[in-house]
């Protein structure tokens, strides 16, 4: 079976639609409103929408409906959010096979019963062959403030963490996307960070956190120094990128500090408390390759690499998107 | 010292003992300029930030390393104009497409593009319609493209060679007092093919150092060392820290096939000019492939505005020198060649670092 424009109709086969992919795997019944009625715990609300035009819609290690749970969760972790609920606006091209979406539905499902959070809301829209590229999703998420981070505690001396080995949902992608033939294959590191992170929000010395996702590591790192006026440092060597990654990197002329991550944060925290958030962070399958992999200086601005042989070079915001279509 | 051959640095790789006796070697009051010749070293040397840990008077500079930068606009101009006129498909690489001219690009210009990834698609190509190859590069794309014509092309296959000689451009620019080269670090690529004994002319003759390297940070950091220890023992030769791929002789093979194919000619290299003796043209017993000879051919002169690409591959200035650099000139807007493929100097300090 496949999307025809009737499902986009607003009228019987779009109520089916929503009857028999979404609602049934987002386990949600009665009649449908317009709003959904939501209680919060606190008043301190943080918010974040975030769209989805992954292309290819199934990698190694999730595919569109997974990597949109945990995008928006992502979101509201690294800001010191308890995810609480997400909606889900779809906007599918007619001829979309429904298997597909089904499966979609049926991971966003799963992620969202992990993470403990309510998909509340919904939209679908179908446009004609050709107007999109299979399903785009777009999200909002929604979550109470347990810690607020904020840029202007970041200080010189303070160490810089990332919680997993960096490059992989990047170079999943581009090896589906490209239909290269590697032997071991690649797996998108696309994960909700709350069971790894929600632990750091009770230490005050965590400072500032962030998902390193479009433009890598690299780009949250200069973005850091752009909005502190400050510097840091980075040790190549310290820096966790799995093998297959670096070799295949190196073979097709990627760097993998600027390809995309989806399932890490990185990490500023005083230097006293770094090693105990490391411990922490290692205690959790996610984060066995946690580590610090520099420091923030106000020697210098902008963000220098000691590179393996103990050269230095320092990094800048790559101009065009290496890869575009990313998440 | 022998701990300067290879077989001692396998030993000996770790980095800062390189380094060390870098700066055991050094006259810190003599100036040193190592230029490189290939795009793949560049990108080692930057990536790894090597420039940063070599004394003040050590200078790596990079030179004509990256055939897609050598190509003159003449070539390109040349090629869309009697491929559209004539109704060919213009085959030639992805980068190449890209380079910008006076007459706007291949890919803004011709009609009909095939853009190939070996050389081999090109003569596929021309069993259904006519082509016109634009093959580029040095001897490592030269010995390849000489094979097309073992396996009898058709007729409707011309072949438009832009290929150069690594060692003319070396040879042109020791003579070349302004840009005053102390020693070379050696294309180990092209090394596979020529031989380590291609550039011992260049040691006996202009008294310089050679050193053909691989692609790692240690055999930049070695050759560095052996370039540093032959000038301090005024002993410059041609040395081999490639050993393990680079024979003296060269693939014997792919030489009679070039041989076979094409003769050494003048050519001219964009940023270098005309250098005797430095590029391959089609033999005249395959005049009826050769392009250039086959049909109207407009002669043009490079143009490059403010662009500074032919002093960078001339080795007069480092990339971040030139006014453009990562402002009008990018990797996704290059307003010069060295901006356009990945070995290209430009391109590769665009993505390794801010200057």
């Known amino acids: ?327 | 010292m022998t701990i300067l051959k290879k077989t001692r640095f396998q030993e000996y790789a770790d980095p800062s003992e390189i380094i060390r006796l870098i700066n055991k070697l050094n006259t810190p009051s003599q100036s040193v300029r190592i230029m490189n010749v290939c795009g793949s070293h560049e990108h080692t040397i930057c990536r790894n930030g090597i420039r940063s840990l070599l004394p003040k008077n050590i200078e790596l500079i990079p030179g004509p390393g990256c055939p897609v930068c050598v190509t003159p606009e003449e070539d390109i101009i040349n090629a869309v104009e009697i491929s559209n006129r004539n109704g060919m498909v213009l085959a030639t690489y992805g980068d190449m497409v890209r380079v910008p001219t006076q007459a706007g690009s291949i890919r803004e210009k011709a009609k009909n593009l095939k853009i190939i990834s070996s050389c081999h698609e090109a003569l596929t190509t021309a069993k259904d319609k006519p082509v016109l190859f634009l093959s580029i590069g040095f001897e490592t794309t030269a010995a390849p493209a000489a094979s097309l014509f073992r396996m009898g092309p058709p007729s409707q296959f011309y072949f438009l060679s832009s290929h150069k000689l690594t060692k003319a451009a070396m040879k042109a620019l020791c003579e070349d007092e302004e840009v005053g080269v102390d020693a070379f670090i050696a294309p180990g690529h092209v090394s596979t093919i020529t031989g380590s004994r291609e550039w011992e002319e260049l040691s006996q003759n202009y008294g310089i150092p050679v050193v053909i390297a691989g692609f790692g940070a240690e055999d930049i950091l070695s050759s560095i060392a052996l370039i540093l220890f032959m000038l301090k023992t005024h002993n410059p030769k041609t040395e081999n820290v490639y050993k393990g791929v680079v024979k003296k002789e060269g693939n014997i093979r792919a030489q009679k096939l070039m041989k076979e194919v094409f003769d050494i000619t003048d050519t001219r290299w964009r940023g270098l000019g005309t250098i005797e003796n430095s590029g391959l043209e089609l033999k005249d017993s395959l005049s009826p492939h050769n392009a250039r000879s086959s049909f109207q051919w407009e002669r043009i002169d490079d143009e490059d505005g403010l662009c500074r690409c032919k002093d960078v591959i001339m080795g007069k200035a480092y990339p971040h020198q030139c006014p453009l650099f990562k402002k009008a000139c990018t990797p996704h807007t290059p307003k010069g060649a060295c901006m356009v493929s990945r070995e290209g100097a430009c391109n590769i300090w665009f993505r390794f670092g801010r200057w």
């Open chain 1, 1 to 327: 079976m496949r999307i025809s424009l009737f499902h986009g109709s607003g009228g019987k086969q779009t109520r089916k639609l929503i009857e028999e992919v979404f609602l049934k795997h987002f386990k949600q019944s009665g009649p449908l409103e317009d709003a959904a009625y939501l209680t919060v715990p606190s008043r301190q609300i943080a918010a974040t929408t975030d769209s989805f035009v992954i292309n290819p819609l199934f990698f190694p290690g999730g595919d569109i409906g997974k990597l949109s749970i945990c995008g928006t969760v992502n979101d509201l972790v690294v800001s010191g959010a308890e995810p609480l609920y997400i909606t889900a606006g779809f906007v599918i091209e007619e001829g979309f096979s429904i298997d597909n979406l089904n499966k979609i539905a049926q991971s966003m499902a799963e992620e969202a019963e992990k993470n403990r959070i309510k998909i509340v809301a919904g939209d679908t829209k179908v446009v004609e062959r050709g107007k999109a590229d299979g399903v785009y999703i777009n999200t909002a998420g929604i979550g109470t403030v347990k810690r607020r981070f904020s840029v202007e505690d970041v200080h010189p001396g303070d160490a810089v963490i990332i919680t997993g080995p960096i490059g992989e949902h990047g170079l999943c992608v581009l090896i589906e996307r490209e239909q290269l033939e590697v032997e071991s294959p690649v797996k998108s590191d696309c994960e909700s960070l709350y069971p790894l992170i929600s632990p750091l929000f009770e230490i005050p010395q965590v400072k500032w956190m962030r998902d390193p996702t479009r433009g890598g590591l690299a780009t949250v790192c200069l973005e850091l120094c752009e909005d502190t006026g400050l510097g840091m440092v980075l040790f190549e060597e310290k820096i966790p990128v799995r093998e297959e990654v670096q070799f295949l990197c190196e073979m097709l002329g990627f760097d993998p500090l600027y390809l995309a991550n989806e399932g890490r944060a990185l990490i500023v925290a005083s230097k006293e408390k770094a090693d105990e958030v490391v411990e922490l962070l290692r205690k959790h399958p996610s984060g066995k390759k946690a580590g610090v992999i520099g420091h923030i200086t106000d020697e210098f601005r902008g963000v220098k690499l000691i590179t393996e042989i103990k050269g230095e070079r320092f990094l800048d915001y790559f101009e065009e998107d290496p890869l575009p279509r990313i998440c």
